[in-house]
């Protein structure tokens, strides 16, 4: 296997955190073991704003939130976007596909219907954490 570059959209890394057992977390740390994990400096601040919400104070603690938040921010290859892009229905979701373009990722990991239609996106493979892990990693 090579070592592929990925990215997560947000709502794959709340699943991955707050369910260990959960296909978004075998998906995410399957990534993390083997290949690279990308992120930008706008999707970096969305998942440590939403993880700091206070519903997510009965699933875990703000001391596992903030290790998650520094394995992310210390391992995953930050992006610097030159490229942007507004191909989404929901513009909230092009950050993703900017972070994928610039940083030449195989991968976008999403359960989200909006970038999931896109699929492929140009050189990128668009898939929900299930199929991530039967293309890639079908004995985890």
Request: without cysteine; hydrophobic residues 45%; proline residues 4%.
């Amino acid at each position: 296997m090579t070592n592929k570059r990925i990215v997560f959209d947000t709502n794959v890394l709340i699943s991955a955190l707050l369910f260990e057992d959960s296909t978004p977390a075998r998906a995410f740390f399957a990534a993390f073991r083997h290949d690279s994990i990308l992120v930008s400096i706008d999707t970096l601040q969305e998942i440590q704003t939403v993880v700091q919400r206070k519903k997510f104070d009965k699933y875990v603690t703000r001391e596992e939130r903030d290790l998650f938040i520094a394995l992310l921010t210390t391992s995953a290859l930050l992006i610097e976007i030159t490229e942007t892009i507004t191909a989404s229905q929901d513009a909230k979701d092009d950050k993703f596909l900017e972070v994928a373009v610039n940083g030449e990722a195989a991968y976008i990991v999403t359960g989200d219907p909006d970038l999931l239609v896109l699929n492929p996106f140009r050189t990128v493979t668009i898939v929900s954490p299930a199929d991530f892990l039967r293309k890639e990693y079908p004995t985890t």
